[in-house]
């Protein structure tokens, strides 16, 4: 019974930056990851970065040294910044909560709806 709320999606030029927000409330436990995942068209969805509440963080080689991930414990809020995005980071983004212990698609794995970034000139 985790609800997540993502935010901060649209369109930029390439180079540009966006900072996506992801708002969790519910039945939070104290020790978590949460983590960003994207779905482009034809595409398998896509790790993007997580965060645990303990702040150890993971990213592909894809973003990293472009996207940041950072979480606040107190809002339940983990966000991403985006830089330098490139045309091949267009796709739906989409937040994700797991408490840590818990398997994976089980009842404490959750997922938000999903925002659009669209990166194109």
């Known amino acids: 019974q985790v609800q997540l709320v993502e935010s901060g999606g649209g369109l930029v030029q390439p180079g540009g930056s966006l900072r996506l927000s992801c708002a969790a409330s519910?039945?939070?436990?104290?020790?978590?990851?949460m983590g960003w995942y994207r779905q482009a068209p034809g595409k398998q969805r896509e790790l993007v970065a997580t965060?645990?509440?303990?702040?150890?963080?993971n990213y592909p080689d894809s973003v990293k040294g472009r996207f940041t991930i950072s979480r606040d414990n107190a809002k339940n809020t983990v966000y991403l910044q985006m830089n330098s995005l490139k045309p091949e980071d267009t796709a739906v983004y989409l937040c994700?909560?797991?408490?840590?212990?818990?398997?994976?698609?089980?009842?404490?794995?959750?997922w938000g709806q999903g925002t659009q970034v669209t990166v194109s000139s």
């Open positions: 519910g039945s939070i436990f104290s020790i978590w990851v």
């Open positions: 994700n909560y797991r408490r840590l212990g818990s398997p994976v698609g089980g009842r404490y794995d959750h």
């Open positions: 965060i645990s509440s303990g702040g150890v963080t």
